[in-house]
């Protein structure tokens, strides 16, 4: 019959406790400078010492010697305190569990009133304090908190939140920890010398990691290991198939089918796993400590003996080729997948099956190639794009080719159609002269270096839609470089118009119209691309922002590159006349999000001989600029009513503000109004006879316009904070 480990070797002294400095040396401070309390509080996870250090305590105050922070352990108060006596009347140990009642805290203020039979105090112990209900707390909170001079008190638990404040202000608090694995480690190893046992390497590390950094449970496993061991060697193997944890061996040969990307061995050693009867969570729990300590060995290279501890020169030799063989970036995101199915097992129903998932994403990933050394962007060279990107029928050649310096930039978009899914290409930068391009042998023949600094030289003459076209690369390439959001919006547009300083841009949807539109503290992707054209132009130009839709289908992709015979360019917005049939615009620009139908054309306008022809409506410029709120402001009137005929009320339509009113511009609605409704006048063919109702409702707008009904909004006249 033995006594149990952790019992023979209890601490006998604040200097023999292990990893709790922070109890021990204010504790013997106090002790030394004689201002110890009347009341203390131990708290901390369980078997790391605070009924240990209580009794340590009361043996540093009784001892014959003392008060003092190391007891003789000659004196009767020591040797009865100490690990083979029986114990002190003058100590009183009471278990908080059984006595949590107001009847025993009645009991304990009672002996308390008594002096002590021998030592210099009485001290009470109370373990498990939390176990005392609130009333019992209430009756002995008095007795606490001025308690006779020869009475102190010392409660130890491991939840002190349930220990009522009043009584926790009245102690002074002592948290314990976990001991550190190095700490542990070391103690345990000279245990074992101490004992005279000899454990196989890799056997004190599995005891100390099942320990949890408790002494107390970590001694009683090493004694339940020493038990059951053959003589005084404690193997490995024994440890492994007690504690639960998967063989080192075991490990080894799924790391090395990973490293190797070896379905057939990582499979097997997995079914092992399952066949030895192993927790599949277990294993997945040491798989990825195997990988932490990899990813050690990888980051700290010859210096991970210091952090790994425990571990011997010959498994340190073989974790570090398996960490060479997978690299930093492969072991991190191996363990990635490791620990989210740690997580995805939590509960699950399956483990077994969660595993073999994981070990087929560890090897897919493998076989992606994933870099080893080198990181993923410096190892991948530029993607090319792919097949399905590519037009359908060969385009054209080019006219001119890119400059030879920048390898980086895309070529020249081909001026045929591209399909939706290419991405806007930013060709490289035109030559000096705007006009046609040059041939591909003068373009190759051409510096390459000059080709930036002719570029930015601004057309003597007055800028043509043919010169934006042509100087449009560069401008996106100074968009780019000055803010990459409103690039990647402009990029999508096409440049359909240029009617003096008037620049209509065609975008492939509504967003983009919109995003394009959009301001913030006065800048946004408009205002950063008339920056661009000013500095590569000189001109600072107004915008018509449309939809493909508004002017037909697309052309190209981004900016369609000029061609040796430039194509006629489309018919520029006009101003509104007073001649007497004046034709009409095209569709005006979508300004909110609005489903905007097309204005009927010029075939669709009455007769010149019409006794009341209709004033057409002006196109005008969107702007976000102050100087440009007339040019906004000018909209087309509808046609004059009828003699003798009234316009109901409910059938106008009210206004649609556009997106830079609701930013907030001052002038937009000041110096011309804006009519209460924007709509065509009706064709002769279809205006009622005389004498009969007109009106101008949703049913007239569907005829005439082919438009559907999206949703009504109310009017809000604009503000300087709307």
Partial sequence: MTTALYRRYRPEAFGEMIGQSQVTEPLMTALRNDRVGHAYLFSGPRGCGKTT?????????????????????????????????????DVVEIDAASHNGVDDARDLRERAVFAPARDRFKIFILDEAHMVTPQGFNALLKLVEEPPDHVKFIFATTEPEKVIGTIRSRTH??????????????????????????????????????GGGSPRDTLSLLDQLIAGSEG???????????????????????????????????????????????????????????????????????????????????????????????????????????????????????????????????????????????????????????????????????????PASAPTAPASAPPGPAPETQAPAVPAAPATEFSAPAPASAASAAPASAAPAEATTAPTGPVTLQHMRDAWPEVLARLESASRSSWLIASGARVTALDGDVLTLSFQSQSDVAKFKKLSAGSGPSEDLRQAIVAVLGI???????????????????????????????????????????PRAAAAAPVTEWVVAAIPSDDEAPPADDPEPPVSIAQFAVDDEPEDAAARALV?????????????????????PSEDEDEGDTDAATDVPVPPMIAPPMPTSARPAAGSSQRYGEAVVRQVLGARFVREEPYEPPTRFS
């Avoid at 250090?53 to 305190?81: F, K, W, Y």
């Avoid at 990825?288 to 300590?293: T, V």
């Avoid at 107004?542 to 981004?558: E, I, R, T």
């Fill in 232 to 402: 005084t060697l404690v193997a490995y193997a024994r440890a492994v198939s007690l504690l639960g944890y998967t063989h080192a061996e075991l490990l080894d040969e799924v790391v090395d089918a990973f490293g190797a990307a070896d379905p057939a061995a990582a499979f097997a050693a997995v079914d092992r796993v399952v066949q030895t009867g192993q927790d599949p969570r277990r294993f997945v729990d040491d798989l990825l400590e195997r990988l932490r300590d990899l990813i050690v060995i990888a980051a700290t290279g010859t210096g991970a003996a210091a952090v790994l501890r425990g571990v011997s020169a010959e498994d340190l030799a073989r974790m570090t080729r398996q960490a060479e063989v997978f690299g930093s970036l492969r072991l991190s995101r191996t363990a990635d997948l490791v620990v989210a199915t740690l997580d995805e097992m939590t509960g699950a129903t399956s483990p077994r099956l969660q595993l073999e998932l994981m070990v087929a994403r560890v090897l897919a990933q493998a076989a992606a190639g994933v870099p080893a050394v080198a990181s993923s962007a410096a190892a991948t060279p530029a993607a090319a794009p792919s097949p399905a990107s590519a037009p359908a029928h060969p385009a054209p050649a080019p006219a001119a080719a890119p």
């Fill in 636 to 656: 087309a009137t509808i046609a004059p009513p009828r003699e003798g005929e009234v316009l109901p009320a409910r059938d106008i339509a009210p206004s649609i």
């Fill in 173 to 210: 608090h002592y948290p314990f920890r976990l001991v550190p694995p190095a700490a542990m480690l070391e103690y345990v190893q000279t245990l074992c010398e101490t004992e005279g046992v000899t454990v196989e390497p890799g056997v004190l590390s599995l005891v100390v990691r099942a």
């Fill in 53 to 89: 250090s209580a009794r340590i305590l009361a043996r540093c105050l009784n001892c014959a010697q003392g008060p003092t922070d190391t007891p003789c352990g000659v004196c009767d108060s020591c040797v009865e305190l100490g690990r083979d006596g029986g114990g002190s009347l």
């Fill in 540 to 582: 600072r130009v107004k915008y018509l922002a449309k939809h493909d839709s508004d002017v037909g289908p697309a052309s190209g992709s981004g900016s369609p590159a000029p061609s040796p015979s430039p194509a006629p360019a489309p018919e520029a917005p006009r101003s509104t006349t007073t001649g007497s049939a004046t």
